[in-house]
């Protein structure tokens, strides 16, 4: 099982970026995916995930950040519009399979994809 993520780079901020998380090994179609972030020196934190009909968005997302996916190509997408310098992090895209139940708790997910970094200039 592999969790591919891609569509990290430098952008200026108000800009956009769009993540892509492509699995294979497995569908997750019926599970919570999403992403995760991690600054320099923080503790990865939650950004947003959905399962099959429900999504949920850290505060500091919300308004900006739209997650989606595609079954059909087990493929999860962040596309993240008006970025600010404090989005810059690694994005890491994650699965959680062990229950159907939602939670923001990164130790939680239990598949984890490679990180891509974004960057945010101001």
């Known amino acids: 099982v592999q969790l591919q993520a891609s569509g990290g780079g430098l952008v200026q901020a108000g800009g956009s970026l769009r993540l892509s998380c492509a699995a294979s090994?497995?569908?997750?179609?019926?599970?919570?995916m999403g992403w995760f972030r991690q600054a320099p020196g923080k503790e990865r934190e939650f950004v947003a995930v959905?399962?099959?009909?429900?999504?949920f968005y850290a505060d500091s997302v919300k308004g900006r950040f739209t997650i989606s996916r595609d079954n059909a190509k087990n493929t999860v997408y962040l596309q993240m519009n008006s970025l600010k310098p404090e989005d810059t992090a690694v994005y890491y895209c994650?699965?959680?399979?062990?229950?159907?139940?939602?939670?923001?708790?990164?130790?939680?997910?239990?598949?984890w994809g490679q990180g891509t970094q974004v960057t945010v200039s101001s």
């Open positions: 994650a699965a959680r399979t062990a229950s159907y139940y939602y939670t923001p708790n990164p130790a939680q997910y239990n598949y």
């Open positions: 090994g497995r569908s997750f179609s019926n599970y919570f």
């Open positions: 959905m399962n099959g009909g429900s999504t």
